[in-house]
Nanobody, 116 residues
């Protein structure tokens, strides 16, 4: 499975962005899909994840502002980011985990820059 992330860019604080992660094949077999981010000088951290059953999980720092969703028909996972803050700046990576094979897949990053 190949993952293609898109949607990053430069936005002012308080603004919104939508990230998309398109998979090369069906995402039905992907048990968990998520978004991670890595800020300059910091470790990569989980931002949000969604299971094949639709259960979501969010980092405390983004709860109430970010929404993750998946469209199985389009093999795509989205991250709606609202009320963006400068501390949301970083490279955002799409991730997928396939439990049956124990495989982890990563997309290339997409840069999000939030100016104050």
């Amino acid at each position: 499975v190949q993952l293609q992330a898109s949607g990053g860019g430069l936005v002012q604080a308080g603004g919104s962005l939508i990230l998309s992660c398109a998979a090369s094949g069906s995402i039905l077999s992907l048990d968990i899909m998520g978004w991670y981010r890595q800020a300059p000088g910091k470790q990569r951290e989980l931002v949000a994840s969604i299971t094949s059953g639709g259960t979501t999980n969010y980092a405390d720092s983004v709860k109430g502002r970010f929404t993750i969703s998946r469209n199985n028909a389009k093999n795509t996972v989205y991250l709606q980011m609202n009320s963006l803050k400068p501390e949301d700046t970083g490279v955002y990576y799409c991730n997928a985990y396939e439990q049956y094979w124990g495989k982890d897949y990563w997309g290339q990053g997409t840069l999000v820059t939030v100016s104050s």
